[in-house]
């Protein structure tokens, strides 16, 4: 038998111009126009735009564009207000006027969750802080370029592993901001830039850090100039070498103040990075779960005692639950500091059977969880079990909380409240608070062959 060649279908882009029109954003914030009966998605586009655009990838259900020009703006699209927004990748909306990502991103919300809430369900008002000089915290990628013998310093470029030189982020608080420049200035002048890792910079509300992630032992030339520095400067100096260990070299240990509770932390601890929003959410939830002196109250996820110090002020007990046990250890530490003796800590790996631990026996009235991007997975279905009546979920991926929704909902609890929280204005990153309450034996069967609601916008 004569074999024939037989040329295989190209898949890759055809790299010829389109001119497309945006039909709506995606939960990233990418434009997406038809194109050959399929979604065409294109970074930095918005909705009714008609845009030039050229293919970069093509998949059998899908496509990605690239922008050449724009032939018809949006009335929503404003002049980005970063001088390094076209390639830095901290931030991927600011074209898109603030209201109206705060718009976008409800509407995402309310598109993922409309399927697990009560009828005539109205969302809260967004969370919100000022769109600029927010973040409190930041990582700065550090790369000597040996070629041109120059320091790369600033945050990765958009889609891509190479470094956007910045000294000037418009949405970092300004007494970090005007550090950028200095601390590059500093850098610099090491004797061997290449075993330099990353920088992170930090404001507690009062004192400014700067951590050193360092790969060789630093000369004491090199440790001279950071403690000149940490004097000229006022801010905490810490090193992180390949052992691990974190080492203060000078300065004052960091501590925040979080709605009324001082909490201890080091920098490579998670704190949320927009101070002002953190302090908002963390009261929005203690008024959604309408806390009593006589609740026994679970925080699952609970970090450094975010939630739960501020819980157990009003409660009777509070349980917080950590996966991590040195984090754990700083929240028992953060309890005694605010002189709270009803509130206790413990390590756990949430994601495998906890019945049997001690904290776990005893039920709880309310239970309240923020869990990392993964979701709740592994302890959502025995939500239950634990005997709450009251759940209040943070979360920072809908796609995860709408997941979970459905487990809570075969449990028998229902969505009462939903809002966004725009911890991070100008970047698509989105995250919500849930509340949930277990209905009725006589209502559960309504509730599982409900039909979908509709949920109001405020």
């Known amino acids: 038998m004569v074999n024939f060649y037989q040329a295989k279908k190209n898949t ?22 038809y194109y050959n009966n ?11 735009e008609k845009v030039l655009v050229q293919p970069i990838e093509d998949k059998s259900k899908y496509s990605r564009a690239k922008i050449i020009n724009i032939q018809q703006a949006s009335t929503q699209r404003v002049d980005p207000f970063c001088p390094h927004y076209q390639v830095c990748g901290g931030c991927n909306m600011q074209h898109l006027d603030h209201d109206d990502q705060i718009t976008h991103k409800t509407t995402s919300l309310y598109h993922l969750m409309a399927k697990f809430a009560q009828p005539n369900l109205v969302m809260d008002e967004t969370i919100r802080s000022k769109s600029i000089g927010y973040r409190r915290r930041a990582r700065i990628s550090m790369l000597f370029d040996s070629k041109r013998q120059q320091l790369q310093f600033g945050f990765r470029q958009k889609s891509s592993k190479q470094i956007a030189n910045v000294t000037n982020c418009p949405v970092l608080e300004p007494v970090l901001n ?6 590059k200035s500093m850098i610099e002048a090491f004797d061997n830039p290449r075993a330099l890792g990353h920088v992170e910079v930090v404001f507690d509300g009062q004192r400014k850090a700067l951590l050193l992630r360092h790969t060789a032992t630093l000369t004491e030339q090199e440790q001279q100039g950071l403690l000149t520095f940490a004097q000229q400067y006022e801010v905490t100096i810490y090193l992180l070498g390949n052992s691990g260990e974190l080492n203060c070299l000078s300065g004052t240990p960091l501590q925040c103040i979080e709605t009324g509770n001082k909490i201890d932390f080091l920098p490579t601890d998670f704190i949320q990075v927009n101070q002002a929003v953190n302090q908002a959410m963390v009261a929005q939830a203690i008024s959604w779960l309408e806390v009593t002196k006589n609740d026994r ?14 819980l157990a002020q009003q409660a009777k007990s509070v349980v917080g639950v950590e996966g991590i046990q040195a984090m754990v250890e700083r929240a028992r530490a953060n309890a005694q500091i605010n002189h709270l003796d009803n509130l206790e800590f413990y390590q756990a790996d949430l994601e ?7 904290w776990a026996k005893k039920a709880f009235d309310k239970v309240l969880l ?12 025995k939500m239950s079990d634990l005997g709450a009546k009251t759940v209040v979920y943070v979360s920072c991926n809908p796609a995860t909380l709408a997941r979970d929704s459905h487990s809570l909902q075969k449990q028998g609890y229902q969505l009462k409240k939903l809002g966004m929280i ?7 990153h989105l995250e919500s608070m849930a509340l949930f309450e277990k209905v009725a034996k006589a209502d559960k069967k309504n509730l599982k062959n409900k039909k979908p609601t509709k949920l109001k916008l405020f």
Do not use: W
């Open 12 to 33: 890759t882009n055809t790299q010829k111009h389109q001119t497309v029109t945006i039909d709506k954003l995606d939960h990233q914030g990418a434009g997406i126009a």
């Open 38 to 48: 399929k979604p065409m998605f294109v970074e930095g586009a918005l909705p009714q």
């Open 178 to 183: 005007e550090l950028l420049p200095e601390i």
């Open 297 to 310: 109250i679970l925080d699952l996820f609970c970090g450094l005692g975010n939630f739960s110090l501020t």
């Open 352 to 358: 495998q059977d906890f019945t049997q631990t001690s």
């Open 370 to 381: 923020d869990p990392a991007r993964a979701g709740a997975s592994g302890i959502i279905d």
């Open 422 to 428: 725009d911890m991070f204005p100008h970047t698509s």
